[in-house]
């Protein structure tokens, strides 16, 4: 069996973090994107468009079948609940949660045939609750109950299905519009018990006990991967 790995929206962040960890554990790795891939094969497409991610996940199948995935593309479509479009409910729900359900029914056949597979699905400690996020929240919520149903559904077939939960993450994105020196990342970091913020390496640390062989008796788990942001928060 060839190991291989998909990650969605691997080119940056968190998702290239991932990629690179894929290749170092000896994966062959496959990454699907709108920006051209700096490591792994590469195949260009707009998954918020299902069409564009129909043809992608047919060539990424093309070469056998894929027994990892990591449902990792996302974008966040900030806004307060009363200025929240339903056209930006519409394109959180495409990018954040469709894909993952496209890609994911893409690979199941082939994970089945072999008798093993590892899903991650990339949700978010704001699916616990942040302000500005009804969109992203609604759809990376919706990410975790389906990990919950996939895993009782698949175990049987020796698929396993997690999910992780970022905290703020220093992406370039994240940096960006929240400069290091400013009064706004401060109180941010302020709030994170271990007192800094997370890299993407911390993520694909994370992601890739999920995706190890050695993982096949957790499934259906959400380990939120914040620093302590969210004890006392996130269920038990």
Known sequence: MTDRLLVT??????????????????????????????????????????????????????????????????????????EQTLNEFDASYELNLRSAVQATQAVIPGMKDQGFGRIVNMSSRASLGKERRSAYAAAK???????????????????????????????????????????????????????????TEDIAYVTEFFLGAEAGFVTGQVLYACGGLTVGVAPI
């Open 9 to 82: 929206g691997g080119s940056s962040g968190i998702g290239r973090a991932i990629a690179d960890r894929g290749i170092n554990a000896g994966w062959d790795v496959t990454v699907i994107d709108r920006d051209p891939a700096p490591i792994g094969r590469g195949i260009i497409a707009d998954l918020a468009d299902r069409e564009s991610t129909a043809v992608a996940l047919k060539e990424a199948l093309a070469d056998g079948p894929v027994t990892r995935l990591v449902n990792n593309v996302g974008a966040v479509f900030p806004n307060s609940f009363d």
């Open 141 to 199: 919520a919706g990410l975790i109950g389906l990990t919950r149903v996939w895993a009782l559904e698949l175990g049987p077939s020796g698929i396993t299905v997690n999910a992780v939960g970022p905290g703020p993450i220093a992406t370039d994105l994240f940096l960006k519009a929240n400069p290091a020196d400013s009064e706004q990342t401060k109180r941010i970091i302020s709030g994170i018990p271990v007192g800094r913020l997370g890299t």
